[in-house]
């Protein structure tokens, strides 16, 4: 099995924070969270960012690889045991 579990594992959990803190970040934006937070959502919005794009990243090479999909293989993945 040549599957990367532990950063495939670390690349959906860096999904799943960026997500939800864009998400948070959108909702305190739009005022359907107490207004008093405005001063988090740029932090917030950052962090959500710098942990999304490299999660999703990560998750579309592994879906690609996991598909079978020409020029993706789950070599292109960083393994943590190297």
């Known amino acids: 099995d040549g599957r990367p579990w532990g950063a495939l594992l670390l690349a959906l959990l860096l999904l799943s924070i960026g997500v939800v ?3 948070l ?20 919005f950052v962090v959500g960012m710098l942990a999304c794009l490299p ?3 990560e998750t579309h090479i ?11 293989s789950y070599a292109q993945i960083p393994r943590f045991d190297d």
């Open 21 to 23: 803190s864009i998400v």
């Open 62 to 72: 592994a879906y690609a690889a996991w598909r079978g999909w020409p020029g993706y």
């Open 55 to 57: 999660g999703a990243y």
């Open 25 to 44: 970040w959108l909702m305190i934006m739009l005022g359907m969270l107490h207004a008093g937070w405005t001063e988090s959502a740029s932090p917030l």
